[in-house]
């Protein structure tokens, strides 16, 4: 068995034998005139099949004898010397575990005879390319048994939600890859804090920090890169990446590098040309002791909002020690005055997506979801003070702060799965000290 099929065994004992499984797999989608941008396959089609070609339906039938069903581009030697080569339908049957393939241009004709009487459609379509046309093509089909014994109504469900609570729990394969992707991404953040200097332009550092990916085995990254110099961090997802760095500034990077779909997501905040001013070092200093309050806290068991308001109390009391808040801890906390400058919340599910599938919400109740081995997610502190906020004292103006790591749930704790990536002050020093990765 691999991967793919335990995961499409698992999801078909979720459901029953009046059941059927379809997955929207992802089109190419046009750049310009006859250049697509690079391939990206939907995740639930992925996570359910491990195949990586466009213009694909996968339908699963829980209890048939031929339960894996997948529509596909059939071999085309013309095409496959300009863009590539295919399974094709015959490979698709030979080499990938599929009981039958069928071209993707007799999805139309094809799709509703596969229900046979299967009552459930259960459809992960993540861009609504056929949600709409499947409910018109069974009417269609309808008047063909009006008046006989076997018209089947049929009810249409959302499957996603189903394949996001197995996508929250990691299994050992998806576990690999993750770590390859932290592994490679802490390696690119080193080489960007080590290519830093002043004037030395921010798409430079981008363009490192993909450099070296790729000598570790990513493709691609999971998401824009962020490379933002001084008042540029300031804006969450800043991605023009194109400002000359400046000495005294700091510089926000927010890189992960993506393997084998499998995404990281770090974020470093560290001096252009090295050295923590005073000012710099000390808000630092309040953002990782938050990032560490939240990350002591990680084991099975733990309330997903502990976390974040553990860190909202180390960020609070830090403003308010270094005189950037005013008033009482408990007032602040009650106000949420410090998310002036904390923003966001600070956390997210990763895995196939940056931000994962998953809910933060126990099933069915108000409550928060609790912590179970082998979930993973980010842990993000931030404090963003901008150039033009004169409530503050000078020296904080323009510095931004995101210190974001990535970290796996255990049987008794967690692993910080990016902790090699700089980021204690002195870390960092030592760091952009040397020429040699460290
Ligand atoms: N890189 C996007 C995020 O940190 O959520
Ligand atoms: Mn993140
Ligand atoms: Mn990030």
Redesign the pocket.
Known sequence: MTPYSLRRLQLATQLDSDSVAIIIGNTEQIRNLNISYPFRQDNDFYYLTGFNEPYCVCVIRPGHDTPYIMFARDSDSHQEVQFGSRAGLNGLETNHGVNRAIDINEFKEKIVGLFEKRHKLFISDNHGQYHDQLGLWLTARQPEHAFDSVKVYREIHQLSPLIAQMRVIKDEHELNLIKQAAHASVQGHIAVMQASAPDVNERVLSATFNRTISDYGCDSVG?GN?VASGNNGICLHYEDNNQPCKAGDMVLT???GEYQHYTA???RTFPVNGKFTDAQAALYQVVLDALDASIALVKPGAKWNTLFEANQRVLAQGLLDLGILKGDIEEILASEAQREFTVHKTGHWMGLH?HDVGSYQAPNSNEWTTLEPNMVF?I?PGIYIPANCDKVDAKWRGIAI?I?DDILVTEDGYINLTKQAPRTIAEIETCMSSDKLI
């Open positions: 998401y962020i927010d890189l992960g997501d770090i974020s940056v980010t993000e995101r974001e």
